[in-house]
DNA sequence: TAGATTGTTAATCGATTAACAATC
DNA sequence: TAGATTGTTAATCGATTAACAATC
């Protein structure tokens, strides 16, 4: 009902993972669920939960609590995965090409258009699209006019790349390199520092009494 | 000097950021630097910068700011980057594959030393390291001891596998399933759900005005 | 109607920021 | 000594939790 005006970022980051419980819980069947009972599954509380969900109108009904397969949908429509953003991905080392099968199978809310690379011909395409040079991108925006770019280049070659496409009309960037992108407010930047994550997941297991 | 007994979650978080831009200004030849100008560079305030680096016990001092190469190795120690902890990877697909050749090379504070698939067969093994099949996994654990599994297999199985290596003694796992595991207080877990990262950068990008 | 559970406001908690005395 | 900048405490801000009236 209502639209993101007023959404803090740690509710938008919560919203994924209601969708992935919330459909699990529909496949299993389930065509109501209280807002207590999917705390208890999901380690949250019951408040945090029917706050989130108040961001956006309320879905609930009182007394009933939630049909899932409403809730689902709703979320659904919020995090726009009806829509498919034409995406292009630029780096075809091995983490591109596992991008590359991840996106092509079951990606939410992206459609793989583009892939490219500084040498094509040693990228074997285990996907249906080939790959292209990557001086060859600014002539696909202009045709294809893909929205969202996957960075899985090495870090030095990322920032100075992000800035040229966003002139040519990205204006999203999941970011595989490891270092951070200045885009400014033209577009929106999804790290995903990998040595950061492992750092943060070595200094807990090493912390352990 | 003091150690991690009163760390936020936010701040450990914090802290692989911190250690990546000080190592660029270490490498820069910089010696020294304040916090107002650490904090300019990385979007943050110097007050939380001395905030947080007192969490562990102050490295600064005062009229002079911070000597970049003591805090850097400051933060590498707290980090445990010095120790390698053991770490074997399970399901050699592409992703398993990609995340391989990173941890050969220059991944921070972790050694591989095995590599398990249920097809380990059909995995070429583009590392130093021969794919074992997944059911001598009980046997290369009581031997190795590795510390830390990473999880690169389909969601489904994750759980069930990692109760079963819990009790091989892991302590850690970086976990790329699309899954939540539960493994109670025994083990730590670093979730990297790149479909959730995904869902929130769609969400931003179909956001913008 | 009575019971259940939401939607929503108010209270609490924790993290970030500001301020400044300590001190190099 | 004077200037700079930290370490640290206090103030602010925002997010989470608790409470309860509304209502199905």
Redesign the interface.
Known sequence: MAD?FNVSNPV??R???Y??YLSDILASGKTRISSTELAQRMSLTASQIRHDFNCFGGFGQQGYGYNVQQLTSEIEK????D?K?PAILIGV???G??????LEND????NLIGLFDKQPELCKP?SGLTVNHIDAIADFCAERKP??AILCIPGDDAPKLAKKLCAMGI????NFS??ELEVGSVA?V?N?????????????????K
Chains 1, 2 share one sequence.
């Open positions: 993101n938008i980051r919203l994924p993972r969708y992935r919020i995090l726009y995965l829509k953003i080392g091995n983490l090409k596992a991008l590359c099968s991840y990606a939410p809310g992206i285990s929205k969202l204006t999203g960037f999941w490891h270092v929106e999804e995903v520092h990998l040595g950061d994550s492992l750092m943060t997941l070595g200094y807990k297991v090493n912390s352990i």
